[in-house]
């Protein structure tokens, strides 16, 4: 399974960019996707995740009401609308497909394939 980032860049506070993660494989709709993050020097957080079916959403509490996941099961891609971008937002952002449709999303333990990362800069 191949995961494809893009969308990150260079935006002021209080702009807007929308990431995109595609994946190659049939079954995409079996498996919940997530967006995580890392900045220098910190740890990698949960972001964001959607179910399989896309019923199900979760956030962090750092991006809830910012920040919206959504998926185009029939595209294998899954976004992140990202507003009122904050400095703080500053990271590489990763999309991540979960080991199964649901479960525990937040937790990256349960994610075993990683897209590449990319860069989200906030400036203020």
């Known amino acids: 399974v191949q995961l494809q980032a893009s969308g990150g860049g260079l935006v002021q506070a209080g702009g807007s960019l929308r990431l995109s993660c595609a994946a190659s494989?049939?079954?995409?709709?079996?498996?919940?996707m997530g967006w995580f993050r890392q900045a220098p020097g910190k740890e990698r957080e949960f972001v964001a995740a959607?179910?399989?079916?896309?019923?199900?959403?979760k956030y962090a509490d750092s991006v809830k009401g910012r920040f919206t996941i959504s998926r185009v099961n029939a595209k294998n891609t899954v976004y992140l609308q990202m507003n009122s971008l904050k400095p703080e937002d500053t990271a590489v952002y990763y999309c991540?497909?979960?080991?199964?449709?649901?479960?525990?999303?937040?937790?990256?333990?349960?994610?075993?394939?990683w897209g590449q990362g990319t860069q989200v800069t906030v400036s203020s």
């Open positions: 991540a497909r979960g080991i199964g449709i649901s479960v525990n999303m937040g937790d990256s333990r349960y994610y075993n394939y």
């Open positions: 959607i179910s399989g079916g896309g019923g199900t959403t």
């Open positions: 494989e049939r079954t995409f709709n079996w498996y919940a």
